[in-house]
């Protein structure tokens, strides 16, 4: 009876295991992985988050700008090579210093950094790191991600940035604009809530002005997806992204407009990878990983020369730059 019991069951488990096999092939590596340009030095201390991408007006200067929550700090790397150029401040709580840096973002030659725990934005020119300004101190209660875009009439930026206080719980207000004006001095106008969609968990934000779209991450474990807003009124709109399932939970977000696509980050501690979207339609067109790069928060991405680089943060520590040209 043993015996036979044994030979019945020996045929089923060899089914199971390979299904199970043939499911993890799915999911696990089967696509493109991109050999890394340079990663920088480690720094597990900081806790890096996220990338901003600067280039000087004659292109002979090429910077990333990378937030470190832990150290309450900007670290500044060479775009071409990863050479460590310096930091911007240190942990503090006065004007142009910084309580856990966490979203950044450059619009032509200015530098903003949103600031959880001091509730705050934080603006900075370039390339001197000139201390401009503090915003969002009366609106902010727990502001993660930024994004923007240069208005092509009046030259104003007008940004966007993620709030969420009561993590988890549906609210419409998470997302607050402003617009503000660099004339001879800075002004700003906080213009309210953009729309009224209802977001539980939102940390990620990006724009296609072109195209008048904002997409924002929903971090929420049940939801866990990409939406996108119309970029004037905030209302939903309906694309191929509302059906699209991250495996694991969305996060940077990378406009290319010249190539005509979005990169979008799936976090992972161990099948991280980067899902390339049509940026007109937002079709899923190709999945890569990148080398030497897991559980990535952030990215950003530059066109230095004739090549475009996609910059990743590799689990909390580093950053690695990879050429987009070997795809396109």
């Not at 937030?67 to 050479?83: F, L, M, R, S």
């Not at 991250?246 to 799936?266: C, H, Q, S, V």
Request: a negative charge.
């Amino acid at each position: 009876m043993m015996n036979n019991l044994k030979i019945k069951i020996a045929p089923i488990l060899i089914g199971a295991i390979f299904i199970l096999q043939s499911c993890t092939s799915e999911s696990f590596k089967n696509f493109k992985t991109l050999p890394e340009e340079f990663h920088t030095f480690q720094t597990p201390q900081s806790n890096i988050d996220s990338i901003a991408f600067w280039k000087s007006k004659d292109e002979l200067i090429s910077h990333i700008y990378v937030t470190g929550k832990e150290d309450g700090a900007v670290h500044i790397y060479n775009a071409n090579n990863g050479d460590f150029v310096g930091f911007l401040k240190k942990n503090s709580s006065g004007l142009g210093e910084f309580q856990r840096p966490n979203g950044i973002l450059v619009l032509e030659d200015i530098l903003y950094v949103v600031e959880r725990d001091a509730h705050k934005i934080s603006i900075f020119s370039l390339p001197e790191l000139t201390f401009e300004s503090s915003i969002g101190f009366n609106e902010l209660q727990y502001p993660y991600g930024i994004a923007g875009f240069t208005d092509s009439i009046d030259k104003s930026h007008k940004i966007f940035v993620t709030d969420n206080p009561n993590a988890g719980l549906p609210q419409k207000d998470r997302i607050k604009h402003w617009k503000i004006n660099y004339n001879e001095d800075v002004q700003i106008k906080y213009l309210g809530i953009f729309g009224n969609q209802m977001f539980r968990k939102v940390e990620t934000i990006a724009c296609d002005k072109e195209l008048n779209r904002l997409l924002v991450a929903e971090e929420e474990t049940s939801k866990n997806k990409i939406v996108s807003l119309n970029l004037t009124d905030g209302n939903l709109e309906s694309t191929p992204l509302d059906t699209f399932k991250f495996l694991y939970e969305p996060e940077g977000l990378a406009l290319i407009p010249e190539l005509d696509i979005w990169i979008a980050t799936d976090q992972s501690d161990n099948d991280n990878r980067f899902y390339i979207f049509d940026r007109m339609n937002l079709t899923l067109l190709d999945t890569i990983g990148l080398n030497g790069v897991t559980n990535t928060d952030g990215i950003a991405v530059g066109k230095i020369g004739e090549d475009w680089f996609l910059y990743a943060v590799d689990d909390d520590r580093r950053v690695g730059s990879f050429n987009l040209n070997v795809l396109y």
